[in-house]
């Protein structure tokens, strides 16, 4: 795959602000974990392999067991998440891909029951963010692992799986 565009090096201004947009997302009311979550299970929603790569290498510097990445995909049958947890991703997916007649009751209600108010605007921002990282990066073909150097993400660790 080839970069289309840089769209960070072609508006250095707009990049500028969303990454503080981003950083201030780290202060809200989600703790950081759940948010990985989040970045993640929109990235694969997304396609973004970009983001994907970006965001799994980020939270298992962060401590994140490897095998609770691997199950984000399949969150709803798998036993590794709480039910907080549970409610963020439920919530970036019906954010994600909105259903033709809007966000359903039932599952505003669910989320509802794990997070405050204050949680889910606070959550809806960082989806709304992720988001909008991966169409930046899916529409302008960036390649996965390209910046892991500049942002430290070396250190996480992975085996590369290189085919033989």
């Not at 965001?55 to 691997?70: D, M, N, P, S, Y």
């Not at 990282?133 to 892991?148: C, E, I």
């Amino acid at each position: 795959m080839t970069q289309r565009v840089n769209a960070f090096a072609q508006s250095p201004e707009f990049f500028k602000k969303f990454v503080e947009f981003g950083m201030l997302l780290k202060s809200g009311a989600i703790e950081q974990p759940i948010l990985a979550l989040v970045e993640i299970r929109a990235s694969q929603m997304n396609g973004c392999g970009f983001c994907l790569d970006m965001h799994v290498k980020q939270a298992k510097i962060h401590g994140e067991k490897e095998l609770r990445l691997h199950h984000v995909a399949i969150w709803r049958e798998s036993t590794l998440f709480s039910p907080r947890e549970r409610a963020a991703l439920a919530w970036t997916e019906v954010l994600t891909h909105l259903p033709a007649q809007g966000v359903p009751t039932e599952i505003y209600e669910r989320v509802r029951g794990e997070l405050s108010e204050k949680e889910i605007s606070d959550l809806s921002f960082a989806i709304m963010a992720i988001n909008g990282w991966n169409r930046l990066n899916v529409g302008f073909q960036t390649v996965p692992g390209s910046a892991d150097k500049a942002y430290g993400l070396d250190k996480a660790k992975f085996d590369q799986g290189q085919p033989s």
